[in-house]
């Protein structure tokens, strides 16, 4: 990957020309389909696009890469996280992990599925993700993952979380990609997430798909 630089003095929270990059062409796929959608990206501050003509109740949530300092480590754990959203409710996202292939994907009221992208060695069907409430593990058995936001209050609102979960749980991991972690949850692979400060761009499409395969989600 390419040298990061990072924003707002803050060494944490870092950019590369690669999420630049990948918000453009994301933008420019959407800009010419739905000219006169919002959008709304992490990396907004590095990629303009002239505001539409009028004002639609559409606007699309984008995040490049979320786990940006995962890719740039090389760690396979970062994702390409779109969202459309009318009038402030979410309708559809998608949520790609690129070193993986693995995408997941909601539409509001039509369920949520994971399927390997075509490409990949082991290109699948999708697979609908359920979470019945059969499934439901003691607490004792859960893996759970604990958010180490770039914000230094936000994360120290987070770290606290750990002490008063460690003691109850199997164990704690902290992967560092929200939208990834939110679809392990989806997907069964953990069974919950704990974060604070993060953006609409961050969970907006993840969201969508734990919801519609039957989680929940508090406190956003």
Not at 11 to 18: E, G, K, N, R
Not at 88 to 100: D, E, F, I, K, R
Request: proline share 10%; aromatic share 8%; charged share 20%.
């Amino acid at each position: 990957p390419p040298p990061p630089s990072q924003k707002l003095n803050n060494p944490q929270d870092l950019v590369t020309p690669s999420d630049v990059k990948c918000q453009e062409a994301i933008y420019k796929v959407i800009r010419e389909r739905y000219p006169d959608h919002g959008l709304m990206g992490e990396e907004s501050l590095q990629v303009s696009y002239p505001s539409p003509p009028l004002p639609s109740p559409y606007s699309w949530s984008i995040d490049p890469i979320d786990g940006t300092t995962n890719y740039i480590n090389s760690l396979p754990l970062y994702t390409h996280s779109v969202a459309c959203c009318r009038d402030g409710v979410t309708l559809a996202g998608c949520v790609y992990n690129p070193s993986t292939g693995e995408m997941y994907l909601a539409a509001k009221g039509d369920g949520a599925y994971k399927v390997l992208a075509a490409g990949t060695t082991e290109e699948t069907e999708p697979e609908r993700l359920v979470i019945e409430e059969g499934d439901m593990r003691p607490l004792s058995s859960w893996v759970v993952n604990v958010g180490f936001p770039a914000e230094p209050k936000s994360r120290a609102k987070s770290l606290k979380n750990i002490p008063l979960l460690a003691p109850h749980v199997r164990g704690l991991r902290m992967l560092a990609s929200a939208a990834m972690t939110t679809c392990l949850v989806a997907e069964g692979r953990l069974q919950g997430y704990v974060s604070y400060g993060l953006y609409e761009y961050d969970y907006r499409a993840a969201r969508l798909v734990l919801e519609e395969a039957g989680g929940e989600v508090r406190g956003m």
